[in-house]
C-alpha cells in the first residue's frame, strides 16, 4: 500500500510536496483531491497535521469563484451549528450525506458508461432500442391483432350488394345497357 504523501507548509506560507520535490499551489491540492490522492499537510515548524486548514482554504478560494456551492444562508447555518449541541450530530449528517451523493453519483456514471462506453453513440441508442424492443413488439402484436379482427368482420356500410355500384356484376350491367 503506497504511504501518504506529505505536504510541507512552510513559514512563507508555501506549500512544498516532497513526492514531486517542488512548491504547489492551494490548485494543485484541489486535483489532489480529485485524483483521491491521499495525502497530509503538516506545517514545517510544528509538525502539526494542517490538513484540514489547507483543505478549508481550498473550500474558500473556490467558494469565492464564480460557481459557489454554498449558499450565504447554508453557510450561516453552518455557522449556528459551531458549539451547539447539535454540532457533532450535524458533523454526521453532513458526512452522511455526501457519502450517499457520492454513491449515487458513481453509480449513475457507472450506468452512463456503461451506456456509452466505448461505443459510438449510435451503438447505444441501439442498446437503449434493444431495451425497449419487448415492449414495442407487444405493442406491435397488440395492433396486429386488433387489424386483423377489424379485417375479419368489416362494418355493415362495407359489406357489398348486388347494387353496390363497385362490384365487378354491376359494372357489367351497366355497360351492357
Do not use: C
Request: hydrophobic fraction near 30%; charged fraction near 30%; aromatic fraction near 8%.
Amino acid at each position: 500500500m503506497p504511504s501518504e504523501r506529505i505536504i510541507k507548509k512552510y513559514p512563507n506560507r508555501r506549500l512544498y510536496d516532497t513526492e514531486v520535490s517542488r512548491y504547489i499551489t492551494l490548485e494543485n491540492i484541489r486535483q489532489l483531491v480529485i485524483a483521491n490522492e491521499d495525502f497530509k499537510v503538516v506545517d514545517k515548524r510544528s509538525g502539526r497535521d494542517i490538513t484540514r486548514s489547507i483543505l478549508l482554504q481550498v473550500i474558500s478560494e473556490q467558494e469565492e469563484g464564480g460557481n459557489p456551492i454554498f449558499r450565504t444562508e447554508v453557510l450561516r447555518n453552518i455557522i449556528r451549528f459551531y458549539g451547539d449541541s447539535m454540532q457533532s450530530t450535524m458533523s454526521s449528517y453532513l458526512e452522511l450525506s455526501l457519502e450517499f451523493f457520492n454513491e449515487q453519483q458513481s453509480q449513475f456514471r457507472g450506468r452512463l458508461r456503461r451506456l456509452l462506453g466505448a461505443n459510438t453513440p449510435l451503438a447505444a441508442l441501439r442498446e437503449l432500442s434493444q431495451d425497449q424492443l419487448p415492449i414495442w413488439r407487444s405493442v406491435r402484436r397488440e395492433f396486429l391483432s386488433n387489424l386483423a379482427r377489424r379485417d375479419a368482420s368489416p362494418p355493415q356500410e362495407l359489406q357489398t350488394t348486388d347494387e353496390d355500384p363497385d362490384t365487378p356484376d354491376s359494372h357489367e350491367a351497366r355497360s351492357s345497357d
